[in-house]
């Protein structure tokens, strides 16, 4: 489901009324949506990227979203997808980039 503006008041709503299983934004739309109304509950990975996710947020994130993982993506147009990090890795190694993606060091 795409939208033609962000709404943080109705995102979860609308993942909820859609049946959305995955959820890409930057970071500030998480944080300008996490304490709103809706379950969110068909939500099984969020997808972040563009700037740094803070540990605060990804705390609060797998707190109201239990059932969710959460990828953090960086990169560049020129270079495309360089690193991720993994759900597993997030809370743990939450001040990290990743790990290199398919051929990169």
Request: net charge neutral; with cysteine.
């Amino acid at each position: 489901m795409l939208q033609r503006a962000f709404d943080p008041r109705t995102v979860w709503d609308d993942c909820d009324r859609h049946g959305v299983t995955h959820v890409f934004m930057v970071p500030t739309m998480f944080a300008m949506a996490v304490d709103q109304p809706g379950s969110g509950a068909s939500i099984r990975q969020f997808l972040s990227m563009a700037s740094a996710f803070p540990l605060a947020l990804k705390e609060k994130m797998a707190s109201r979203f239990p059932h969710a993982e959460l990828f953090e993506m960086y990169g560049a147009t020129e270079l495309g997808l360089c690193t991720v990090l993994r759900p597993e890795d997030s809370l743990a190694k939450g001040h990290t980039v990743g790990r290199p993606g398919f051929g990169y060091r």
